[in-house]
């Protein structure tokens, strides 16, 4: 008898996850604060309360066996006390709490000497400030919010000491802006058993203000060299953690040919939506093989991919049109997938387009005809 | 707004539709008899009800905008109603009706020429037996019951007149043994429009007692002449019933090179399953794709593909379990699908599995090893 799985968190990712559970018959609750979330209807069990209160969280694990989570900002106290009462939550609580945490994850790396760029942490923007100008080699630097951040928000750019009071007036850290060639991304899987298996290397290009990915290419453009260097950096960072699921491992290319850490997710993640068609397992697979304690399973690409996010249009917020649609069906070895929300705003991810081809010149006249040829309008 | 899509049928094609359905936030209706179906939880809205009831059938197709089936067994008469009324009802009623019953089935080859084996319509036994010695040249025969057969129940050999006796008292149809060289399946679309695609034709190797799958390969081991023919075929078949949807026409290779139409199926079929993942579109996507009118997708395939059927052990009944299954696990493009029955009885279908592989032998060592590998046990 398979366990019962739960989610914390019912959006895309869940989603997706929930997909991938469809061929091994597993049965998998969900918990989402919205009674509207993508994953409402596709789950054995789907409970709506907060991710964040210890309660609600403590109540929904007591009713599952193995215990995850799509979204990192949850109730880690309570994944603590089930852990303790011995049910199995991966990833760990204890890997949740550095990641959910800037600070804590930047020390992390720091302590496990894994590359990433320099930062000090700071405690207000006072310390912010005082920092700035003891140690202006740090600048341009960007100034990040400990806890809370996410897509962008949470994220001030400190160009030159004038600008050092846009510091957050938080705990945060100030970590030297990397001139970046390429951003480029490893998904890691790990097992309890200690199986460890990567996913290709892949390139990002991210929206130049959204702090969105707007475009994903697999695998990365990159030597040889860079490629061995991003994949141990990932391997390293997972063993590092002692993660049992995946782990999302950004990485920036400097223009001095460093590859250093970004930041990670511990979970299934926006760089690896293209794995669902385009390698031999997909990361949703992997991330329950993994919490399962499956072996790992084998992640080599049929083809180049190629992934766009599709964000609701400038403009437009109310229920959500997707215009374009049919003409992207007509085109071969192009995937839409749509993420159920009703309503579109401003820049809101509603859903994304896996492209493929065995020709990269022709992935990229595919991405770019798929890029004009879909908009999302009310 | 994309319209609320209704399935007749909540087993494992069903499923695999669902999942299908879920990357364009589809949705979808099911109606089935058991309680316990595989799709209860994965679907929008799910309605227990008999399929074969004009009332239970009529009131479901009222709550949806498009109405498909994942089996042919169900109430065309309120199909029939539903369609007279608006509905869109798709595979149409009149083409269901037509397939239910083999002996509308095998006249219908013969009013369009399409080729099939040679073949009387009988309305009893009394009536089989003179039929049978009349026409000696027909022997060996199958006598089929025109309704209500399935995977192997209602046919019966007849291999010399002496075995007329076993003919049905009931209506059906004698049709002459196809001593065929290989079985193949072409799984055709067709969308409101009138576009037509097929699947890349395959080869099925069924169970020598049960008249089941046991292995299927794709792409079919045939000369370009054979497959030629196949293709064009399983084109006409579908043009000459309409249809719109899937039509998976099962396909005889006899010893004289001759290819001749065993049966169809107007639906998503278990030759076609190995499409979810060697295919660039899926027989699911496609099903979808036809009836909501939207061009038809890209059939090429990736990689060679084999699909094994997991039949339940002789002689184990009760809750399944899946012995081999981490072995299976370890097997790169090995993709084991089970159906969420909970209970095993002896050949019951419980899942399958698709095999993957760039080459063909070592696809073919893998299916032995997957066939070897798993046993559905108590």
Chains 1, 2 share one sequence.
């Not at 959500?320 to 069906?329: D, F, I, P, S």
Request: with cysteine; hydrophobic share 40%; net charge negative.
């Amino acid at each position: 008898m398979t366990p019962t799985l739960g989610i914390l968190g019912g959006g895309q990712l869940g989603l997706m996850l929930l997909q991938a559970a469809i061929d091994w018959n597993l049965r998998v609750h969900v918990l989402d604060p919205d009674a509207d979330a993508p994953c409402r209807h596709l789950c054995t069990q789907f409970n709506t309360g907060s991710l964040t209160d210890y309660d609600t969280v403590y109540q929904f694990g007591q009713g599952v066996d193995v215990l995850t989570i799509e979204i990192e900002r949850v109730n880690v106290d309570a994944l603590e006390a089930l852990e303790r009462e011995g049910k199995r939550v991966y990833p760990q609580p204890a890997v949740i709490r550095v990641i959910q945490d800037k600070r804590l994850q930047k020390q992390f790396y720091r302590d496990n000497n894994l590359p990433t760029a320099d930062f000090t942490l700071t405690d207000n923007r006072a310390d912010a400030i005082r920092q700035i100008s003891q140690n202006p080699a740090l600048l341009p630097a960007f100034h990040k919010l400990g806890r809370d951040g996410y897509d962008g928000r949470g994220v001030q750019r400190i160009a030159t000491a004038a600008d050092a009071d846009k510091a957050f007036d938080a705990p945060g850290v100030l970590e030297k802006a990397v001139d970046f060639e390429k951003e480029l991304a490893v998904i890691v899987a790990r097992n309890e058993r200690g199986d460890v298996q990567t996913f290709p290397t892949v390139e990002m290009v991210f929206h130049p203000e959204l702090n969105l990915v707007e475009y994903l290419f697999a695998p990365a453009e990159i030597t040889t060299d860079i490629d061995r260097q991003a994949q141990a950096i990932a391997r390293q960072t997972a063993d590092a953690f002692g993660i049992v699921g995946l782990l999302a491992v950004e990485l920036f290319l400097d223009k001095a040919g460093n590859v250093l850490i970004n930041e990670v997710a511990p979970r299934p993640h926006n760089s690896g939506h293209h794995t669902i068609q385009a390698n031999v397992t997909s990361q949703f697979e992997q991330h329950w093989r993994a919490i399962l304690n499956y072996p790992l399973g084998n992640t080599d690409a049929y083809q180049p991919a190629a992934m766009l996010n599709l964000l609701g249009e400038d403009g437009h917020t109310g229920p959500a049109r997707y215009e374009g649609l049919e003409t992207l069906l007509t085109m071969p070895g192009v995937f839409p997938f749509f993420y159920g929300k009703a309503i579109t705003k401003p820049f809101r991810k509603m859903g994304h387009v896996t492209v493929m081809d065995a020709d990269m010149d022709t992935l990229r006249q595919k991405v770019s005809a798929v890029k004009t040829g879909i908009r999302v309008v009310t």
